[in-house]
């Protein structure tokens, strides 16, 4: 990893946790159950992710991880949001021909706050 990559991972790292410290729930009786899910998530995909060295995926990680943060300060909510497919993006006829055309559609309609999401269901499936 280069060293400014280095600093932006180590900051973020530090902003997500100063984030879990400060985290105030929805409701109240559920602000520690929440705190301890921030951390636990940072440090797991953190972690996860110590071995990438391609700086153009370390950018898109650090990117999703600010994503992440910025999502769940403003919903006050710290889990995933849940992605459907876009309304109206297939058709009745194209529905009965569902295919890998349709999926290559699809996970690119995905927002890059949950690519991470999609590797962990796609490595529990196998």
């Known amino acids: 990893m280069t060293q400014p990559l280095r600093g932006q991972v180590l900051a973020l ?12 729930a929805k409701n109240p009786s559920a602000s520690e159950e929440e705190r301890a899910y921030i ?10 992710n110590k071995d ?3 700086p153009s995926k370390i950018l898109l990680c650090i990117q ?15 889990y995933p949001r849940p992605v459907h497919f876009p309304p109206k993006s297939i058709t009745r006829t194209q ?6 055309a349709n999926l290559r559609r699809q996970s690119r309609s995905r927002p890059i706050y949950v ?9 529990t499936d196998v």
Do not use: V
């Open 13 to 24: 790292y530090k902003r997500i946790m100063r984030c879990a410290r400060t985290w105030q």
């Open 39 to 48: 951390e636990d998530e940072a440090r797991r995909l953190f972690r996860a």
């Open 52 to 54: 990438i060295s391609d």
């Open 64 to 78: 999703e991880g600010e994503a992440r943060m910025e999502i769940a300060r403003h919903y006050q909510l710290p």
């Open 95 to 100: 529905a009965r021909q569902w295919g890998s």
């Open 115 to 123: 690519k991470t999401l999609d590797q962990d269901t796609s490595s």
